[in-house]
């Protein structure tokens, strides 16, 4: 079992800036994470959609609507994430879940934590 706890959220003009931080533990298996990723659900009933992803040789995958204002990066164990967003834009506005992914196609994810960029 793997637990993710997001922080970091909150409010924020536009223009702004947030860093949302996904902290991992529980067991072993926590070692076993191969990415850790950033997704958020745009509208209610609408799926979530990848925003950023890094693996743990450092690959970086970012959605389009965010490449240049944000940046992933870890910590040297892959047992956390930290997504800086600057120029943050009222689009952002969601809530943003941490995902880690293992092995075998396992998931956990984060319970989210809420942006709000205000015009």
């Known amino acids: 079992q793997v637990q993710l706890v997001e922080s970091g959220g909150g409010l924020v003009q536009a223009g702004g800036t947030l860093k949302l931080s996904c902290a991992a533990s529980?067991?072993?298996?926590?070692?076993?994470?191969?990415?850790l990723g950033w997704y958020r659900r745009q509208a209610p009933g609408n799926n979530v959609e990848l925003v950023a992803e890094i693996t743990r040789d450092g690959t970086t995958n970012y959605a389009d609507s965010v490449k240049g204002r944000f940046t992933i990066s870890k910590d040297n164990a892959l047992t956390s994430s930290y997504l800086q967003m600057n120029s943050l834009k009222p689009e952002d506005t969601s809530v943003y879940y941490c995902k880690a992914a293992l092995q075998f196609g396992l998931e956990y994810w984060g319970q989210g934590t809420q942006v709000t960029v205000s015009s």
């Open positions: 529980g067991s072993a298996s926590i070692h076993s994470i191969n990415s």
